[in-house]
């Protein structure tokens, strides 16, 4: 008795063996939902991931952005897999995020998709985050865990 772990992928019905596990990287962008950019640059714009069974854990990173002329709701495209249901994922880090002091910030899919909100929270009530929260020339981390279908 005991984990399987086979050299190659081959499904089984076996529930000890371990038969959908993955690692890679994506390429995450920051899009105006339901407004616009004039221009939008990165140094940096990297994601990576591990997927055991439906269980996706990553990390993303945006570098020194420059924007002009944003309107709208910020929304983080790009994940590496579809959200299976209504999830919040946690922000580690917004360096040059404009926001209510004190809020909490986080992340949250609608329930299908492969796109990420990002929300604060402050007094009760959570508001998206639009993209004139996001200053130029600063860093943006996510990281967290979800479930795919």
Same mark, same amino acid.
């Given at each position: 008795?005991?984990?399987?772990?086979?050299?190659?992928?081959?499904? =089984?019905?076996?529930? $000890?063996?371990?038969?959908? /596990?993955?690692?890679?990287?994506?390429? #995450?962008?920051?899009?105006?939902?339901?407004?616009?950019?004039?221009?939008?640059?990165?140094?940096?714009?990297?994601?990576?991931?591990?997927?055991?069974? $439906?269980?996706?854990?990553?990390?993303?990173?945006?570098?020194?952005?420059?924007?002009?002329? +944003?309107?709208? $709701?910020?929304?983080?495209? +790009?994940?590496?897999?579809?959200?299976?249901?209504?999830?919040?994922? /946690?922000?580690?880090?917004?360096?040059?995020?404009? /926001?209510? =002091?004190?809020?909490?910030?986080?992340?949250? +899919? +609608?329930?299908?998709?492969?796109?990420?909100? #990002?929300?604060?929270q402050a007094a009760g009530t959570a508001t998206q985050l639009t993209n004139s929260a996001f200053g130029n020339s600063g860093t943006f981390r996510v990281s967290g865990l979800y479930f795919t279908s």
């Amino acid at each position: 008795a005991g984990i399987t772990f086979p050299a190659t992928q081959s499904a =089984s019905t076996d529930a $000890n063996t371990l038969d959908d /596990y993955e690692e890679g990287t994506f390429t #995450p962008t920051l899009v105006p939902a339901g407004g616009s950019f004039t221009t939008l640059t990165y140094w940096q714009q990297t994601g990576k991931y591990t997927k055991i069974g $439906n269980c996706v854990t990553f990390e993303i990173q945006f570098g020194s952005y420059t924007k002009t002329a +944003n309107t709208g $709701n910020a929304q983080i495209t +790009n994940m590496p897999f579809a959200f299976s249901d209504l999830q919040k994922v /946690y922000i580690a880090q917004g360096d040059t995020l404009t /926001y209510t =002091s004190g809020a909490f910030l986080f992340c949250y +899919n +609608n329930g299908s998709g492969t796109d990420l909100n #990002p929300y604060q929270q402050a007094a009760g009530t959570a508001t998206q985050l639009t993209n004139s929260a996001f200053g130029n020339s600063g860093t943006f981390r996510v990281s967290g865990l979800y479930f795919t279908s």
